[in-house]
């Protein structure tokens, strides 16, 4: 099974998957980079905030009916136990949690009797080139349930908004809540995006200026990633599609023009992403042109050195021949005052028409 | 952020994004290019017009409800609470209000219930290349508000069709003006096409006179110019296409057969520039086997010199060789009167059967 | 701006255009090249027919009301009152006048209350290759108004048939006069097809019998009126598509079946045309194998050369060398008594050698 | 006008088509190469059958309205007044019988009020390539009437199965032998499909012993093929669909899972000539890289021999200098006892360095 | 006939076909390779299970009334009878069994009365490659049938689980079963990829360190399997999402988020192989720049041996000329002191200049 984010060629383009045969629902742990869960709850309502991490997985079983609303952020998905028992606490579809749990899979949105699930792709560029992290939701009348496999927590910056009280994310509900985490998500992709374009901008440079093979498997490496960039981005816009048309009763019909910005915005990075295909394949191209551009100059350079010396060592070869100075026809020219001199005059005479031609010809 | 209108590669692809996690409608002044906001607000009925520049923006609250038609057009987005003020006086909602400020969005339109509103892209072709700049648009009952980030008034021959009194333009409401204005826009796109053209054609006639690397780098500009515009001119067909179906009440129904003309336009110029597309790759295609011509040809005239010259050489070297002539049978040539005519003859007819036969093939 | 049928790069791909932001149903003068106006009167029921040329638009005013069916032919634009005139006397839209009037429009139907108006583009394969003429017809309850901006009457078949009294033609109205127009001009794309088609594989055969750059040149010229093929036919195809599914008033429904059989000709035109692109670029192949055949051969001559006589001059050179020969060991080749013919028999030999491996190697 | 059948470049791409302006359903006899009709009448119910040549077309007048299944296969389209009788007599549609003599039709399906009427191509892979052949076929309530424009009966094998009182055939009306035809063409395609297979494969195998350029031009041959199948098979399964969910009178409710079964073959024969398209150019691909090859290799060869020789005739150059050897620093190596042998050893020396060189750079 | 899984060009693209005008729903045996048939056959209700093979087919007639669930599992169809048997017992339309016996079906699904039939193809990647077995399967109230060709038991994980008594599945009926079956195949493609891809990156990798003919070959041949997945995987993804929004009495409602899911499984393994696609013909790119880069060094070494040895091979040609010293202008170098050690001094001067030219180019 190849792993989530790593970087080995193939990597990103196929999910995990789990033998064939094994049956559906079956919850096993996420891979082994994925850590032991954090579980973080938010509770709100208008008036006041709560944040705190819970350590025992029981704490959340009171939490569904009450008035407030609540978020529950799982990082770190190695214990199936947690996700087990939210999944009976809150009620959760079997089919929905082994989605949660097997990685690298296509974002999509399913809809329950009482919950919304869809699981979208987090892009980022890191160190290693693009990295993609898989986020599941669970929205229900009055809760949001996050869970992301590993690493530092995403939705910090919506967390922070919540606590300093902004008005309207705290008044708008769970349905609001979703959209804001989302929104993140999808917004996540223009940088990555931005990183990539350098990436290609100084590719392109470097071809220009001098192309060689590690131009190439690099403008490979940029190509696969904007296969697995694709990949994310084409579902990702038809989930925002989705839920901008949502009929759901957990959807209020006031979310959906949030929503349209969300599908908006989505559109636009599948967009520029495919652009950036085009622009790759325009890179192939010249760096194609350049190399031809090189061999022509090579031959060029090869090519007039043998015009100029081949005809001159066949001079110098005529005189160097042995025939019988007695007769009188043989040669005469050795003997000449001047025909050293002459060999030279004729030779410098010859590459400089040599010369003069390739110039006309604009091989110089 | 990469800026509107500049030039750097893969400059024009990507828009504007706040940070991901910015809440939504969270309005923050456009790029630095941006100037100061200038207002020019346009009144009119059918029997009268008046023309001003509104410095303080509070004499815009009381507009609304007047019997009139009002255009408001704001140059120049880096003053925020212009923007923030028209939003309040007008009642435009705060998630378009910050697209008004991100520059470099997909052109759309957005019905709300009592506007309609809609991004476009204008397009000309200056020194730079192709320059875009990003035009909204709010259409109400009685008021039309648009904004350019910077530069000249785009819509000064607008305003002047007004001022000079045509009968339609002046009798026809605010939803022929907004008409108006977006046509001017869809047709803005042909001289900036027939500029990319002409571009094209020189490129061509440069690849055919002399191909070298500097066309194929205009070439890959203007491709990548050839992007933007496809970026630009397919949401804009749909949104024409979409306000030329628009059942909105705004929207009266004569106006329709309207905006069907200007959606057909900007179907020509989409493709238009799909079709510059396909010719720029059979640029490509030529100058690809441009080079492999001129190579051939390289490869002839050193072949060419070659297979004159190696066996002339051979053959002087023959000659040049110290066989001990006291034995009868070594290079009895070298003693014959004639010997040095006839390694001549052989010479010229050598070298006369080649260029012959190289003639014959074509390759002279 | 471009002009309609100019073989310039680019042409034909460009329509005409206004300066943005002229008022909408302005009616200017087509091009230059477009002709003084000749009108030509064909009105006939089932029982007679009348031609006339018309002088003085005035004497088409009372027309509309009667009861037989007037077809009115515009050959010429230059004129722009006569077509101002037609308009108000059968109440014309004035956004369809200006369609009329600007050339190099893409094929389109528009339906007014009480007319239905299209744009078509007749194509023929002249002198200057493709050549496209902009047909514009309106149909009304007992009228049928064609405009064609210069050249000789395309319809004088069409009349032809009337005049000779084929009984369909006469009785069955309006509708079916608009068909039989339509129908010449998607049937003139076939000849036009035919002769391109002709062209490629004159450029075929070209290619296979020696490839040079001219080809290459002419190639792209295809591709381009092949391109300029595409953006007429596509539109052409949709417009025939549509006007066999219209349920206008004007169209009986007899009529139905016949613009079927009309579409079906649009789609063959249209396929037969994508093939050809497809046919453009399999030849684009084929040339560039064949210039790496030559290559190939060139080089081979080249290394054949080498390989042979390089080795040999160098056996030459060996004995031209001045080693003393008063040291036993130094050249005592050069005192053998079959030295010389020894020197030749390797020469020969070694020549010998050569052409074998070079014919199993399978490169002469 | 091109021929049916014939193999001509350009040819099975463009139908026939009659001159642009000639009235619509004038029948005039379809090309030369199509014989005289022989017309072929098969009368049966499930208790009895007929089969009989008709020589003169009235015999066929009364046949309608009769209780069996009349089934009027007519071979050879050179003799328009077959066509012409068995219109008057069958009530078929003018442009329906102008189709059928004009060949080169795209596949399509026509519905009439009291017959279907469709057009298919049968395939078959002769001596001279793919050779397609026109079939029409009506359909009315107790009759089918088939045109073929030449040959050998196509529907021998029907027929057959008709005599031998198959119980199904014969039981099941016009409809259901309509399919039995018509499932004949459509299973037609996959023989040809697999003779291009084994085209495509001994090309393939010709590639990779050794490309020349006639490979090339067969390659280009097949791609030609697949282009005319494409043309067939694209809207030969657009029949068959919509045969599979036709709702006329004709069509009983328990044919249609027939019609799909066929429409599933017609799927999958148009995805194996698509597949083969690919393979194609896979093909092409395969053969450019192997011509680069050889050219490295040719390359190869002469740089080695180059490499070899250049540096040792420069030595033997220099030994054969002339230098005043009174002078006791010019080339005393002359004088060495050991200088010729000497010489030799630094020539094996060299060549042995070299080619361990260019064995260790893999070049050997 | 091509036979299903065979490893030769062309093979698994196109599917056994009978000769055209063979009567629909004849029942001829599968090819040779498939074997005599092993009936298994599994009845369970929640409380109990039976695992039985059968020899006699004749004890499956009473299976269809009773209360439970009957799973019979058909491998090896070379014997008809069976199959004609099992379609008589359950009532199975004949055109279903003959697409059951033929194999290298597109896989498709199809609603009778009372059952639904669908054909798929298992995938998997083995020794020779991309394997595909074609499973067919019939859908009844309390039946389950499917047929294999030939192999190991397929589906033998499944029935481990039936027997193991997992509660969902034996109590979920018949429906519940076949999608367990499916699910598997569905999941049996995730392997078969990765060893694809797997092959793809061993490629890549060979590419990368030195391209030579047989890496284009397997690329080639990866290509065509890539094919073949595509031609399995397009329509199995159309049959899962079919059976997800099947409203057939037989598909209970809370089956379809099962089949949902496997729908998504599809999909995302369609993405993968679409992916690739991509990347194989990526590599393809760098296999081209890469044999240009190799032609471009051997040509600089060939080009730096030239231009360093042709200037000094010519001027150790001078001094070998004969030139009469008696007169006092010729050749004087020769007779100079130093004249042998200045000519190499020039020599050795020439090389270190041109080295260090060809280093400053880059070319060392």
């Known amino acids: 099974m190849i792993e989530d984010g790593a970087s080995a060629p193939g990597s990103g383009l196929l999910k995990d ?21 954090r579980v973080v709850l938010t509770s709100y309502s208008a008036a006041d905030i709560e944040v705190r991490e819970i350590d025992d997985p029981e704490a959340l079983d009171g939490l569904r009916g009450s008035g407030r609303v609540h978020w529950i952020h799982v990082i ?46 987090h892009l980022a560029y890191g160190r290693e080139g693009l990295e993609k992290t898989q986020v599941s939701l669970f929205l229900g009348t009055n809760f949001v349930i996050t869970f992301q496999p590993r690493g530092t927590d995403l939705f910090e910056p919506v967390r ?5 009280g902004r008005a309207k994310l705290r008044q708008k509900g769970a349905g609001y ?18 990183a990539l374009g350098d990436h290609l901008d100084a590719i392109e440079e470097g071809i220009l200026e001098k192309p060689d093979q590690e131009d190439i498997e690099n403008l490979q ?40 910005d969300c599908y908006d915005h989505a559109v636009q990075a599948l967009e520029v992403s495919e652009n950036f295909r085009e622009m790759a394949s325009g890179l192939l191209d010249i760096y194609l042109t350049s190399l031809s551009h090189r061999l022509n100059d090579v031959m060029k350079v090869l090519t007039i050195i043998s015009t100029v010396f081949m005809p001159l060592s066949f001079l ?37 028409t040599m010369l003069w031609l390739f110039r006309r010809k604009g091989w110089l």
């Open 17 to 37: 998957y789990q033998d064939p045969g094994t049956p559906p629902g079956t919850l096993s742990s996420a891979d082994g980079e994925s850590g032991p869960a």
């Open 76 to 121: 770190g998905l190695a214990d199936v136990s947690v996700v087990e028992h939210l999944g009976k606490a809150f009620d959760l579809h079997p089919l929905a949690l082994e989605d949660v749990l097997t990685l690298g899979q296509r974002p999509k949105v399913e809809e329950f009797d009482d919950t919304v699930f869809c699981i979208v792709q």
């Open 160 to 164: 922070e908004r919540l606590v300093k």
């Open 177 to 194: 809540l979703a959209y804001a985490i989302l929104d993140l998500i999808v917004d996540a992709a223009f940088p990555a995006l931005e």
């Open 221 to 260: 490496g940029v190509r696969r990633e904007l296969l697995v960039l694709r990949q994310v981005l084409w579902p990702q816009r038809e989930v925002m599609g989705r839920l901008s048309r949502e009929e759901h009763e957990l959807m209020a019909d006031d979310l959906r023009v949030y929503f349209r």
């Open 316 to 352: 110098a070869g005529v005189y160097g021949m042995n025939f019988d100075r007695a007769q009188p026809l043989n040669m005469p020219e050795l003997g000449w005052r001047y025909g050293y001199l002459g060999f030279w005059g004729v030779t410098l005479a010859g590459i400089a």
